[in-house]
């Protein structure tokens, strides 16, 4: 039996929220995305927002022939930021567009933005969900990459050293996010502490949130490889540091965002894969995470379920 373990998983939902509203990572994207992975005998998860199922059904549909469909929100709330009757409404009525719309049963979930609370857990356990995916976990990219010289040596060291305590360097970087600066008018330390934030961000769970998780039995999938690595041009799966991974992509990663949404000098750096150049590397990132030994899975035939069980 094969120990190796890859979950590759989306999250399909609006352009890059919430600075987008468009779905052209759906209509665009989301099939050729399926085209690869139904080709090279590859099943994803997919997290998916009732609102795109709504207004895409075909597109999800055909999607769940091969791959898990999963709840995501009916429209990518923020739900740290609701009251429990309204995580409530949310959770559940994208639960039964995706249940009405692939004919399968929903039992998985994550949070939009990995943000929920303890009423979040509470939320999925009355309604009946089996698993959670909304936890992220750091350091699964060895430093076997740090000193490539693709990439500026200077502009790394500024990442990956932050002069500042790491909480008051979170703290400045949420209050300068906040600001109207664009990424073109930072100076290079500016630069380098935003990329450093980007691709390093701050997940804030409580203890009793936890606690929570653990005492209404919800199956924990923790996240630990973020989509900016695996569109790095140099990402290869011998950097992985874990027989089991799980990743995550979003649909609208795989278009030319800039030509739908206002973010020039925000989140679009010319040393990452995004539009054409990640969908063709795609295929390449595929075969050489199977070239070193891990094998594709669902979620849910990595935790044993199916719909048999639920």
């Given at each position: 039996m094969n120990k190796k373990k890859f979950m590759l998983?989306?999250?399909v939902e609006q352009n890059f929220p919430p600075y987008g509203n468009g779905y052209e990572g759906v209509k665009k994207a989301l099939p050729k995305i399926i085209?690869?992975?139904?080709?090279?005998?590859?099943?994803?998860?997919?997290?998916?927002?009732?609102?795109?199922a709504e207004?895409?059904?075909?597109?999800?549909?055909?999607?769940?022939?091969?791959h898990e469909i999963q709840c995501h929100t009916y429209n990518h709330e923020v739900l740290d930021e609701l009251k429990k009757k309204d995580q409530m409404n949310s959770i559940r009525k994208c639960k039964e567009i995706l249940e009405l719309t692939t004919g399968k049963k929903i039992y998985g979930f994550r949070a939009p933005y990995l943000r929920f609370n303890e009423d979040t857990m509470e939320v999925l356990h009355e309604l009946g969900f089996r698993y959670d995916s909304s936890i992220l976990v750091k350091g699964m990219i060895g430093?076997?990459?740090?000193?490539?010289?693709?990439?500026?040596?200077?502009?790394l060291d500024l990442i990956f050293n932050p002069d500042e305590k790491i909480t008051d360097f979170y703290v400045s970087m949420t209050k300068f996010l906040k600001s109207t600066?664009?990424?073109?008018?930072?100076?290079?330390?500016?630069?380098?502490?935003?990329?450093?934030?980007?691709?390093?961000?701050?997940?804030?769970?409580?203890?009793?949130?936890?606690?929570?998780?653990?005492s209404l039995g919800m199956q924990e999938v923790k996240i630990n490889l973020r989509s900016i690595y695996m569109r790095l041009p140099i990402f290869n799966a011998s950097m992985l540091k874990s027989d089991i991974v799980v990743s995550y992509l979003h649909p609208w990663e795989f278009i030319e965002l800039e030509k739908y949404i206002n973010i020039k000098g925000i989140l679009i750096f010319d040393w990452l894969f995004s539009g054409e150049k990640l969908l063709n590397a795609l295929r390449s990132r595929i075969k050489d995470i199977m070239e070193n030994g891990y094998k594709f899975v669902t979620i849910s035939e990595y935790l044993g379920l199916d719909e048999k069980q639920i």
């Open positions: 998983t989306f999250d085209d690869i992975l139904d080709e090279m005998d590859v099943h994803s998860t997919m997290f998916v927002t009732g609102r795109t207004l895409y059904p075909k597109i999800i549909k055909r999607a769940s022939k091969n430093k076997s990459w740090y000193a490539v010289k693709k990439i500026n040596r200077n502009i600066k664009k990424l073109e008018n930072m100076t290079k330390t500016e630069r380098a502490r935003f990329f450093y934030y980007i691709m390093n961000p701050f997940q804030s769970i409580s203890k009793n949130t936890e606690d929570k998780i653990k």
